[in-house]
């Protein structure tokens, strides 16, 4: 028996450990007796108004960083995950895309569109949210309230 895991990267700016940390998530959880396929998808969402081969180089920098940490991760494990970077023009648009799996772990961000494909997608959704400070406050630069003059 086969057990599917398809572990998709929402966000290209989350941390490689965190991605590394999904990965091993999703092994844990696979049932010990079943032969475990893991492929990690790294989407490069590129606009409309981009040809689907244009990356920019920023982005490219970040996924290739995403797929070394993910690579380096997957040596562990036998049978290896596939690390794979694909283009595509929206995260729910690649999810609709998407073979069923029988589990799928979202790394980073999902919103409601990205929750909804999902469930399309595997039975068993995980969402392994990214750790940013959400409070808006940028490292190096006082809070507001103390930047105003008196």
Not at 8 to 19: A, G, K, M, S, Y
Not at 56 to 78: M, N, S
Not at 130 to 145: E, K, T
């Amino acid at each position: 028996m086969r057990h599917h895991t398809l572990i998709v990267c929402t966000d290209p700016r989350i941390e490689p450990e965190l991605l590394a940390g999904a990965l091993d998530e999703a092994l844990a959880r696979a049932p010990r007796d079943a032969v475990r396929v893991v492929r990690v998808l790294l989407p490069a969402v590129l606009p409309p108004t981009l040809p689907i081969s244009a990356w920019p180089p920023r982005l490219v920098e970040r996924l290739e960083r995403l797929r070394a940490a993910a690579d380096e991760r997957g040596r562990r494990f036998t049978p290896r995950p596939r690390v794979e970077i694909v283009p595509c023009r929206s995260i729910p648009a690649l999810l609709g895309a998407s073979w069923q799996v029988d589990a799928l772990v979202l790394a980073g961000s999902a919103g409601w569109s990205v929750r909804r494909a999902a469930r399309g997608v595997a039975p068993d959704v995980t969402i392994v949210p990214s750790r940013r400070d959400r409070s808006g406050a940028r490292p190096g630069r006082p809070p507001l309230h103390e930047a105003l003059p008196e």
